[in-house]
């Protein structure tokens, strides 16, 4: 059996495309999406960042081919984020890169670097489009020009039925994308867990390229599925507790604004009266005046 690497945050996807024994996997996969002919698995080379302290992440997986940078994430819950934390991860990976060659940053002649490469593989329950460009301006705010620095990133729906035309020159996507769509029938049908994967396993065709490794490290697989449904019912539960806070926060200025038209309200109808009073006691003042002005010509 082999042993897997309980990393934070591994997970399937990881397990399959992004380890150093499975890069056959990975370079199909790079295949498909470039529609490119690789074969020599040593022209692939992992970058993966293990750990980035500072922002406690790490990113699932990188790869250096044809003098490019690819950064794919997998992601079971939808993320408008990616763009910002695309950037943290290529920010690190060229760090790590350049750092033999840091004193260059500061000569005149100009450094090569290779050009980077965005994906986000998304297979999560909320529906979405089959593709998605996600862009770093678009979390700009209040931009008022033309976008100084630029990050795009291409989501890519991998819900079995869903860009099949990807899915069908990388078995192990399509198989993967196969196994989650039935871990996730058998387990709406009230399925455990354990009994949905191990029946999904078991429903891949004979065939299957992925089925032997999921069979033997089945153990691993239903944790690993596990850690992904609570993550994403955690961050469905954030979603949910987030929507919440924003229509408490609407309800709360609503009411605000409620009670401050009341006060203006109040406070107009109130200055009304006192100017009508004004008014009484600048008439008053003007009677008293005309009879002191009579009185005092009585007098004289």
Known sequence: MQNINRNYKDRLFIFLFGKEERKDFTLQLYNALNNTNYTNIDDLSFNTLENIIYIKMKNDVSFVINNQINVYEHQSSFNPNMPLRMLLYISDLYSK??????NSLYSSVQLKIKEPNFIVFYNGSERKEEKIIMKLSDMYEDRKNEAKLELKVTMLNINYGKNQDILSKCKPLEEYSYFVDEIRKAHGTGANMAEAVEGAIMKL??????????????????????????????E????????????????????????????????SESQNKINVLNEIIAKRDNEINKLNEIIKNLKG
Do not use: C, G, H, T
């Not at 065709?205 to 944790?223: F, G, K, M, T």
């Open 97 to 102: 890169e350049l750092i033999s060659e840091y």
């Open 205 to 234: 065709p004979e065939d299957s390229i992925i089925q032997p490794l999921l069979w033997a490290n089945r153990a691993e697989v239903i944790d690993m599925i596990l850690e992904e449904y609570n993550e994403e019912w955690e």
């Open 236 to 267: 469905k539960a954030r979603q949910k507790k987030f929507n919440e806070l924003q229509q408490e926060i609407v309800s709360l200025k609503s009411e605000n604004e409620k009670q401050r038209s009341e006060r203006d309200k109040e406070r």
